[in-house]
T-cell receptor, first 116, second 110 residues
Framework: DAGVTQSPTHLIKTRGQQVTLRCSPK?????VSWYQQALGQGPQFIFQ???????QRGNFPDRFSGHQFPNYSSELNVNALLLGDSALYLC???????????????FGPGTRLTVL | QKEVEQDPGPLSVPEGAIVSLNCTYS??????FMWYRQYSRKGPELLMY????GNKEDGRFTAQVDKSSKYISLFIRDSQPSDSATYLC??????????FGPGTSLSVIP
């Protein structure tokens, strides 16, 4: 079992650009959550996808959007990048979703995004 | 006041010491409590998960939850250099998103 995988590992963008990050959940998991982790901080919840729909959302602007595919993999898109978007972006998968009793989230290694 | 508070450290202990890591929180509706370990440049790894109040032990790790005081702890016995990492507490209500603390950086010195 490969666990949760994320791509790319690192990414450098400039302000105003758009970025797409990808996540493949752990085998058998159908729920994907995305987190942003700034240096020296704990992860901050961005949103969660289940059954190809956004089920919960944290306090992030509409510049952050996502998608879940029928195979449960997911993408995180960020438009109009700001310097403050530089962070480690983590994907976590679970089954079932926390709102249905699932609790254990497995995290991927993250994508480190640097915005110049 | 942040929902979850955690002393960021850094905490430095000698090998073999007992380590105590703590978090306080403000939302009395939190029912599920987790501890994650995060090595540098890696994703968080779930160490302990507890529901409501009480203790849970797993090997050298013991998690305690005191809901009356809104206080949770993680104890590490016989600490090893491989335990050097950042420890994140996390919690949530029955149906809401997971809230993480800022993490405590731990170094175990051989």
């Amino acid at each position: 079992d490969a666990g949760v995988t994320q791509s790319p590992t690192h990414l450098i963008k400039t302000r105003g650009q758009q970025v797409t990050l990808r996540c493949s959940p752990k085998s058998g998991h159908d729920t994907v959550s995305w987190y942003q982790q700034a240096l020296g901080q704990g992860p901050q919840f961005i949103f969660q996808y289940y059954e190809e729909e956004e089920r919960q959302r944290g306090n992030f602007p509409d510049r952050f959007s996502g998608h879940q595919f029928p195979n449960y993999s997911s993408e995180l898109n960020v438009n109009a990048l700001l310097l403050g978007d530089s962070a480690l972006y983590l994907c976590a998968s679970s089954f079932p979703p926390p709102s249905a009793g699932g609790n254990e989230q497995f995290f991927g290694p993250g994508t480190r995004l640097t915005v110049l | 006041q942040k929902e979850v508070e955690q002393d960021p450290g850094p905490l430095s202990v000698p090998e073999g010491a007992i380590v105590s890591l703590n978090c306080t929180y403000s939302n009395s509706a939190f029912q599920y409590f987790m501890w994650y370990r995060q090595y540098s440049r890696k994703g968080p790894e779930l160490l302990m998960y507890t529901y409501s109040s009480g203790n849970k032990e797993d090997g050298r790790f013991t998690a305690q939850v005191d809901k009356s005081s809104k206080y949770i702890s993680l104890f590490i016995r016989d600490s090893q250099p491989s335990d050097s990492a950042t420890y994140l507490c996390a919690m949530r209500t029955s149906y809401d998103k997971v809230i993480f603390g800022p993490g405590t950086s731990l170094s175990v010195i051989p």
